[in-house]
């Protein structure tokens, strides 16, 4: 399984395009609103909520 971590519209939408799942970062770039457009499989709101996240997804 693919992720990508992005701050941007374009990285969430490079991952809809790759089907890769789209995670979106708030404390970057663009505005939530944004992200939540691209339809990510969650936004997180800080590095610990993003490594949470992602250690309850591993394998």
Same mark, same amino acid.
């Given at each position: 399984?693919? !992720?990508?971590?992005? =701050?941007?519209?374009?990285?969430?939408?490079?991952?809809?395009?790759?089907?890769?799942?789209? !995670?979106?970062?708030?404390?970057?770039?663009?505005?939530? =609103?944004?992200?939540?457009?691209?339809?990510?499989?969650?936004? !997180?709101?800080?590095?610990?909520?993003?490594?949470?996240?992602?250690?309850?997804?591993? =394998?």
């Amino acid at each position: 399984r693919t !992720v990508m971590i992005g =701050d941007t519209s374009h990285d969430l939408n490079m991952a809809l395009n790759a089907r890769a799942h789209g !995670v979106g970062v708030s404390y970057g770039a663009h505005a939530t =609103d944004l992200l939540q457009a691209c339809q990510p499989q969650t936004i !997180v709101h800080s590095f610990a909520e993003l490594q949470q996240w992602l250690l309850t997804r591993l =394998d």
